[in-house]
């Protein structure tokens, strides 16, 4: 984009940083993330990495030209990006600060382990500005932690979370169900020791055991069990019925929060098509469609960065971007996207931003239990509790 060009379509949309930090302790059996560990050759680019994302930042602001958006949203994502000094982590949001701006009562999330973070840690980063951080805790059981390959212990999380109250930072807890050998029961543990910590916000996943991790070759050869489906929608039903009863609303299909100010705002712009930008190894950026100062329109696009962190420095370092590819969207590729995002939040999305209207699939889906009836009828699809686990299905009925 020229530096002529104006968004005013784009004001109209919130902006959001994302910064990927690709560096762990250790690298858990199940991961499939763009992360490097110690004993890996890119992990030595550490010391690379904060002065090329402040130079991506730098080059980021001059493309986007006219378009001044400070940010509302920044979220430091992994990897673990505690894993940096909190000085390091200040650094990069100071350089959102001075690329974008912030705005007043901005969400600025850095994601931790449990056991890389110290009191004094925190209140480096409460004191940076900082406003929340999300903890992996996974899981409390300890034979489903060892599977997990995590290296904290459920007292790990417990001492974490005093010290970022303790700091003023709003905590939220990842957890993951569905780890091979992980019971309903354990699975229910997890969730009593999670809420009993008062968290703001909570995320729970089902385990995904890709192909190509270490988790995906101990499946082939037999030495795990994948957890059945039937027994991970139990385990789902019992994370909604657990947190609803302490007081979590669900916004989103894997997402539960105390209050509606307490969601997580920065996640909610990608499932509202949001603008963001992402920075560091493999990050992702979206930029809605817009118009140029003449008028002529500008088409939405995604792309993303090149994923080694060693290439990613070499390239900033060298004066280019660091974009491995490029990728416009038509009105018909955000139209099927806008579903397949809108559908999973608890307000759901109006019958007619469907791309194409469909009355009689949505029949099925009320019929089937998947879509909320009075919901249809007031004309927005709304998934009910079984709609959230047929979710993926119920997006390919209606796209």
């Known amino acids: 984009m020229s530096d002529e060009a104006r968004l005013s379509v784009a004001h109209e949309r919130d902006f959001g940083v994302y910064i990927h930090v690709p560096f762990c302790a250790v690298r858990c059996g199940y991961c499939d993330f763009n992360t490097y560990a110690p004993g890996e050759s890119e992990f030595s680019s550490r010391s690379d990495y904060v002065a090329a994302a402040l130079s991506e930042m730098a080059g980021a602001r001059a493309t986007?030209?006219?378009?001044?958006?400070?940010?509302?949203?920044?979220?430091?994502?992994?990897?673990?990006?505690?894993?940096?000094?909190?000085?390091?982590?200040?650094?990069?949001?100071?350089?959102?600060?001075?690329?974008?701006?912030?705005?007043?009562?901005a969400e600025v999330t850095?994601?931790?382990?449990?056991?890389?973070?110290?009191?004094?840690?925190?209140g480096e980063l409460a004191s940076a500005g900082f406003t929340r951080v999300s903890f992996g805790m996974?899981?409390?059981?300890?034979?489903?932690?060892?599977?997990?390959?995590?290296?904290?212990?459920?007292?790990?999380v417990a001492r974490a979370v005093q010290w970022a109250r303790e700091a003023g930072l709003a905590v939220s807890l990842d957890l993951i169900y569905g780890t091979p050998g992980e019971s309903l029961a354990d699975w229910e543990t997890s969730l009593d020791a999670?809420?009993?910590?008062?968290?703001?916000?909570?995320?729970?996943?089902?385990l995904v055991i890709e192909s190509g991790t270490r988790m995906g070759s101990q499946l082939r050869r037999g030495e795990i069990e994948a957890?059945?489906?039937?027994?991970?929608?139990?385990?789902?039903?019992?994370?909604?019925?657990?947190?609803?009863?302490?007081?979590?609303?669900?916004?989103?299909?894997?997402?539960?929060a105390k209050t509606d100010d307490q969601r997580c705002r920065h996640n909610i712009a990608y499932w509202t098509s949001q603008d963001w930008w992402g920075i560091g190894p493999g990050a992702h950026s979206y930029l809605g469609p817009t118009q140029s100062a003449d008028g002529s329109p500008i088409p939405a696009r995604r792309w993303w960065n090149v994923k080694l962190p060693r290439a990613y420095a070499?390239?900033?370092?060298?004066?280019?971007?660091?974009i491995a590819e490029t990728e416009p969207l038509s009105a018909d590729d955000l139209a099927l996207?806008?579903?397949?995002?809108?559908?999973?939040?608890?307000?759901?999305?109006?019958?007619?931003?469907?791309?194409?209207?469909?009355?009689?699939?949505?029949?099925?889906?009320?019929?089937?239990?998947?879509?909320?009836?009075?919901?249809a009828l007031a004309g927005r699809l709304v998934l009910t509790l079984r709609g959230r686990l047929l979710a993926d299905a119920a997006v390919r009925a209606l796209t």
């Open 64 to 105: 986007m030209g006219t378009d001044s958006r400070p940010a509302r949203t920044v979220f430091i994502g992994g990897g673990t990006p505690t894993m940096l000094d909190a000085s390091a982590l200040g650094a990069l949001l100071n350089g959102v600060r001075d690329t974008w701006g912030l705005d007043a009562d």
């Open 110 to 122: 850095s994601e931790a382990n449990p056991d890389s973070v110290t009191r004094e840690s925190l």
């Open 138 to 156: 996974q899981s409390a059981v300890p034979h489903v932690l060892a599977t997990l390959e995590r290296t904290h212990n459920p007292d790990n």
């Open 194 to 206: 999670a809420i009993a910590l008062e968290p703001d916000h909570v995320s729970a996943y089902a």
């Open 227 to 256: 957890v059945d489906l039937d027994t991970q929608a139990d385990m789902y039903e019992a994370a909604d019925a657990k947190l609803s009863a302490a007081g979590y609303g669900w916004y989103e299909v894997s997402n539960w």
């Open 314 to 322: 070499s390239r900033l370092a060298a004066g280019e971007d660091a």
């Open 337 to 375: 996207e806008a579903v397949m995002l809108r559908l999973r939040l608890a307000e759901g999305m109006p019958v007619g931003d469907l791309p194409e209207r469909r009355p009689e699939r949505i029949a099925a889906l009320v019929a089937d239990g998947v879509l909320d009836g009075r919901a």
